[in-house]
């Protein structure tokens, strides 16, 4: 029996290589969409590290080039498509705002334009976000609340989510949004702040680093585990109809308490290392994030299944296993 094709943008960032896991264990064949590297060594380590590299096909490719989506997709003929690639870096956003619109908003076009013209028939996943909702206009935020984006990214994304929207309204294409609020693993890059807390951790206790310089440590996120929020990913391409989805723990947590849990799972307190550095703030803040993910409860079956607790213990122990051993992911 022909095993049915996936093909993931981003797959070798944390969500791709999740995902290209997930997938693989469902019996799907995954291809990816990978840009040409200096790095090209480090390229697949999130793949190596949770074992599918080898299961998987890399194509050259780049959503600000037309012609190589479309050859890609004429090439593979993938029955479902997971647009995850961006530039995903909020900070970063700031410094290059056109190039975050032209990865993050106008790629996510040409992507859908692709598919229109080579396989129409194809499901498409697009990778909204949280960021969206930025000055947020309700307490708790759902599929319905109002965006009010507050970056550069968060901007970019909001235009590639209307997109989605509108490719499914004017082509009567199955595309579809999920508004994922933050996740994160140990396959997170080093230059979020949750593996930067980690990551800081575990070279505190290991007496490598005396302190951890942190921005604003009272905003607050809805935090969940990436290896969950790819499997409501997979949920939203199995339903009859696209519609689009927040997936979230629905509990809010500030930095600071994140902190205190790190520092807590190796018998150490925050208090004693982390220091405020106004040089990670950014220009404009969003103060909290809070998502209602009753809809995918609801329609989908899902609910996250990992603790916030286990997730940053899960991370602080990866850590301090790549410090001691001088890898770097």
Not at 80 to 94: G, H, P, R, T
Not at 297 to 307: M, S, V
Request: charged letters at 25%; aromatic letters at 8%.
């Amino acid at each position: 029996m022909t095993k049915k094709r996936a093909l993931i943008t981003g797959i070798t960032g944390q969500d791709g290589a999740y995902l290209s896991k997930l997938l693989i264990e469902n019996g799907y064949e995954v291809h990816g969409v990978v840009r040409r590297s200096a790095s090209a060594d480090l390229v697949c380590s999130r793949l190596i590290w949770l074992g599918v590299a080898d299961e998987t096909v890399l194509h050259d490719g780049d959503l600000t080039d037309l012609s190589s989506l479309i050859r890609i997709l004429d090439s593979v003929k993938p029955a479902e498509i997971y647009n995850l690639a961006a530039q995903s870096f909020v900070k970063s956003s700031w410094q290059q705002p056109y190039l975050t619109g032209l990865v993050t908003g106008l790629g996510v076009t040409n992507m859908l334009e692709a598919m229109r013209l080579v396989c129409p028939e194809a499901r498409f996943y697009q990778a909204s976000s949280s960021e969206m909702y930025g000055q947020v206009q309700e307490p708790i935020q759902s599929e319905k609340t109002s965006f009010y984006p507050r970056s550069p990214y968060a901007a970019a994304k909001l235009y590639a989510h209307w997109m989605t929207i509108n490719y499914r309204e004017s082509f009567n294409l199955y595309t579809l949004n999920g508004i994922l609020f933050n996740h994160e693993s140990p396959l997170r890059g080093i230059e979020f702040v949750t593996r930067k807390i980690t990551d800081g951790v575990a070279r505190i206790k290991l007496g490598l680093s005396d302190e951890l310089s942190l921005g604003n440590l009272e905003a607050k996120r809805d935090w969940g585990h990436a290896r969950d929020y790819v499997k409501a990913m997979w949920m939203m391409l199995q339903q009859d109809q696209p519609d689009d989805y927040v997936v979230a723990t629905q509990r809010t947590t500030t930095v600071r308490d994140f902190c205190t849990l790190a520092f807590s799972h190796v018998g150490l307190k925050a208090d004693d290392y982390v220091r405020v550095d106004k040089r990670h703030f950014r220009p404009s803040e969003v103060d909290v994030l809070l998502g209602d993910a009753s809809k995918a409860h609801d329609k989908l079956g899902w609910k996250a299944e990992t603790t916030l607790e286990e997730m940053v213990a899960e991370m602080v122990d990866a850590d301090l296993v790549r410090v001691q051993q001088k890898e770097h992911l």
